[in-house]
């Protein structure tokens, strides 16, 4: 990706034959016998003619054009100045831009904050830390601003695509999930009258239950399997179902910052295949209740201890999550039998 010392710049030479099951440099796609592509010898690279120019795009109104020397200067969208990666630009606006920028989303939902993000070119003065990497953003170069306009939120454009912290898809034209609705939705418990409530994952009342009064019940909670040893719990009367306070309020839909898809609750694991699943963050097996994506074809799934903390444990990218932006009031210090304070 990096160019030699000796490669200023690409010389373009017509893309030989023989190796024309290659790929484009800057569009990563195949350059077929009937494409047009040019190739530069010192780096061994093809190039799409048609990727040359980029006409059209959301981001500016004149054709860009791929710069094809070594490039020193700063991007005009996210203010990094890499060498080495792919770079276009308009001269008569005197304006430069990576070809990743080029095509950065409009309007992003990311699971770490609550509202969604739009991409501005100029971030509004003031203190501003972004909620990825947790250093200052640059108020001369764009970013995304939460589109709550008291909510000052920011996260660098770059954060958005050097991170596993975007899902991919631009919500531009996606009207905003109505909300009142899913507010029901996450409720997992019911209150039923001043001293019974009824969890979603079980067939019978629940009563409120304190430890002073039941001693060494020798209970286990059925969300995170670690027994019931002090404070108040919900535990059934018909039967040896029991959950701790805090386990028993978990939302049944969650976004967390742990992963870049919303996580559902699921309640049954010990009808899986093993009676058990695998935690993918700390990689323990579970048999108690499960966060798993909503996506089909995703397979990230959590244990209920790993889904209260707010932290990442063992993430390939190290950043500090802050505790404000997760949505969920489910954070070490909200008394969950493992935390420390509790
Ligand atoms: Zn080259
Ligand atoms: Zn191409
Ligand atoms: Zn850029
Ligand atoms: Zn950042
Ligand atoms: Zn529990
Ligand atoms: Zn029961
Ligand atoms: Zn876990
Ligand atoms: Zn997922």
Same mark, same amino acid.
């Given at each position: 990706m990096y160019f030699p010392s000796d490669h200023a710049r690409h010389i373009f030479e017509e893309s030989p034959r023989d190796s024309r099951d290659a790929i484009c440099k800057l569009c990563k796609s195949t350059v077929s016998f009937e494409s047009f592509a040019y190739y530069c010898r010192e780096c061994r690279s093809h190039f799409h003619k048609d990727c040359l120019t980029i006409i059209n795009a959301k981001i500016h109104e004149h054709t860009l054009t791929f710069i094809r020397r070594e490039n020193p200067f700063p991007c005009d969208v996210c203010g990094r100045d890499d060498k080495g990666m792919d770079m276009y630009g308009c001269l008569q606006c005197d304006f430069f831009v990576h070809r990743q920028c080029i095509f950065l989303p409009k309007v992003i939902k990311l699971t770490r904050h609550s509202q969604r993000l739009s991409h501005v070119f100029r971030i509004s003065d003031g203190d501003n830390i972004c909620g990825v990497c947790r250093s200052q953003v640059d108020v001369r170069y764009g970013g995304y601003s939460c589109i709550e306009k008291t909510c000052n939120y920011v996260v660098h454009s770059s954060c958005i695509i050097r991170f596993?912290?975007? @899902?991919?898809?631009?919500?531009?034209e996606e009207p905003e999930p109505e909300e009142i609705d899913s507010q029901v939705d996450l409720a997992a418990l019911v209150e039923i009258d001043g001293k019974s409530v009824r969890h979603f994952s079980h067939e019978h009342d629940l009563l409120r239950l304190d430890m002073g009064e039941k001693e060494e019940s020798g209970q286990v909670c059925q969300a995170c399997v670690l027994p019931i040893e002090f404070g108040s719990f919900l535990g059934c009367k018909q039967c040896d179902f029991a959950l701790h306070d805090v386990c028993a309020s978990l939302p049944r839909k969650m976004e967390h910052g742990i992963h870049i898809h919303p996580l559902t609750i699921h309640v049954d694991a010990m009808n899986n295949e093993n009676g058990f699943f695998t935690c993918s963050v700390c990689n323990q097996h579970s048999c108690g209740f499960m966060y798993k994506c909503c996506q089909e074809d995703c397979e990230f799934k959590i244990d209920v201890k790993c889904a209260s903390?707010?932290?990442?444990? @063992?993430?390939?990218v190290k950043v500090a999550l802050n505790l404000q932006d997760l949505q969920q009031n489910v954070t070490k210090d909200a008394g969950f039998p493992w935390s420390s304070n509790a």
């Open positions: 596993d912290v975007w @899902d991919g898809k631009d919500l531009e903390f707010a932290e990442p444990f @063992d993430h390939s």
